[in-house]
């Protein structure tokens, strides 16, 4: 279980458009995946704690504080593009928030 990229680099103030694809064949159910991209200085493990445990909402808490951008939760097969804009520089972790997979679907997007 993993992301195939732990890296993405993207710019300050300009548009970042990311697609997600879910090359395995298992449901959503059993092995969903997702992208949930979270502001530099969120506790990693507290953030994937919580939204691991947000199962009416597909693990991604409503209006929490620390969430920069996600896809939707993904089943086998499928994929999900998102475009947002960050303006501030930083080290963004992102990680997969289905329960037990951001110990290895984890990676950084640095924007400079
Ligand atoms: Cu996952």
Redesign the pocket.
């Known amino acids: 279980?993993q992301f195939n990229i732990h890296e993405l680099k993207a710019k300050a103030g300009k548009p970042i458009t990311l697609t997600l694809k879910?090359v395995g064949k298992a449901s959503v159910k059993d092995?969903?995946?997702?992208i949930v991209i979270i502001k530099p200085g969120t506790n990693f493990n507290d953030f994937a704690n919580r939204a691991a445990k947000d199962a009416a909402d597909d693990y991604i808490p409503k209006n929490d504080p620390s969430i920069v951008a996600h896809t939707k939760l993904l089943g086998g097969g499928e994929q999900d593009t998102i475009t947002f804009t960050i303006n501030e520089k930083g080290t963004y972790e992102y990680l997969?928030?289905?329960p037990a997979?951001?110990a290895t679907?984890r990676g950084k997007l640095i924007v400079e």
């Open positions: 279980m879910h092995m969903g995946h997702n997969c928030t289905f997979h951001s679907m």
